[in-house]
């Protein structure tokens, strides 16, 4: 494993360079602010029609429409949800140009082949290991939300130093930046979305509070159980791992997890797990995905509304209003 810190930036790097920005949500403003106070020349692009182009003005950034925006930059980061991607790709390559380097926050359109660069473009991807508003937090407070990086293409034979300057410039190398590929980045990133952070998390909860609730237990204490304080759990494991959530739990909960914990997440799970893995890594989720996208994204809709109107939702609903706290955290 290789770990870039502060002391690994190449000075010179993107010095006096220009950087567009391209998209202005959540990555996109952290990346934008940070550079910005970091002394780099950036320039957003978004659309004028948009909310986002008032938004970028107002916090004191440049804004010109992306075919505008690119012209003359150094460095173009594409940081627009993946979907949409390609299409800006095809409106914006024109006018980037020979030599530049193109940077991505997440593989996906490099590495499953919907956006095949222009060979003269250094290619890189730079990847924050948290959310932009914590990227955007953890700079302001004088820390760095950690990042990967990879290289694509090094047709300059700088880009590893253009894209180590660019994590730089938002934080990432005061938190550490870890180097890895296009493939590895896109594959793992899915994999822990699909099978831990969103679709298994959420389902073992769901599965759990229906348990309860179809035993006879109130759907309000099983809300408690299985949801609320779930995240008492998630912060010591993002504290300190399994130690420290060892440390601060009861012996009773240590003896049920250690014991009853193998028997929920077992070998039949690790088996499906390892057929989500070779679902992403043979681009079966990336085309139906893509696919999905293209037919109006009736499946996507329907499983969502199915989500959002389950029991939990609304005995969730009612029981965070009597929680003020838990919007006031987030401020």
């Known amino acids: 494993m290789q770990i870039y810190s502060q002391k690994d930036v190449n000075k010179k790097a993107l010095k006096g360079a220009r950087i567009t920005i391209l998209g202005y949500g959540s990555q996109g403003r952290a990346h934008a602010l940070n550079l910005k106070d970091s002394g780099f020349d950036v320039v957003v ?9 008032a938004k970028a003005k107002k916090d004191g950034l440049e804004v010109a429409e992306p075919a505008e925006a690119v012209k003359g930059a150094a460095l173009v980061a594409f940081l627009t949800p993946d979907l949409t991607q390609k299409d800006l790709y095809k409106e914006v390559i024109g006018n980037i140009g020979k030599g530049a380097t193109i940077l991505f926050a997440h593989g996906f359109n490099v590495h499953f082949k919907q956006i095949k660069p222009r060979k003269d473009l250094d290619v890189v991807l730079i990847a924050p290991k948290g959310p932009g508003d914590l990227v955007r937090r953890q700079y302001q407070q004088g820390r760095g939300v950690p990042c990967l990086l990879a290289v694509f293409q ?16 938002i934080g990432g190398t005061r938190g550490g930046v870890i180097k890895t590929t296009f493939a590895e980045e896109t594959e793992t990133d899915l994999f822990g979305e699909q099978v831990v952070l969103c679709g298994g998390a959420t389902e073992l909860v769901v599965k759990g509070f229906e348990t309860l609730v179809e035993a006879g237990y109130q759907p309000e204490v099983a809300y408690y159980e299985c949801l609320h304080e779930l995240k008492l759990i998630v912060d010591l494991l993002h504290e300190g791992g399994l130690s420290k959530m060892h440390q601060f739990i009861s012996e009773t909960a240590k003896y049920g997890d250690l ?5 929920i997440v077992n070998k039949s799970t690790k088996r499906e797990m390892k057929k989500v893995l070779q679902e992403i890594q043979d681009g079966k989720f990336a085309r139906q995905w893509i696919a999905e996208n293209k037919s109006g994204r009736k499946k996507y809709q329907k499983l969502m509304n199915k989500d959002l109107k389950h029991k939990i939702e609304k005995v969730g609903l009612k029981l965070r209003e009597r929680m003020p706290w838990l919007e006031e955290s987030r401020a």
């Open 45 to 53: 692009g978004v659309r004028k029609t948009g909310a986002s182009w």
């Open 154 to 169: 090094d047709v300059s034979r700088k880009a590893k130093d253009n894209a180590l300057a660019y994590a730089h410039g």
């Open 259 to 263: 014991t009853r914990g193998p028997r």
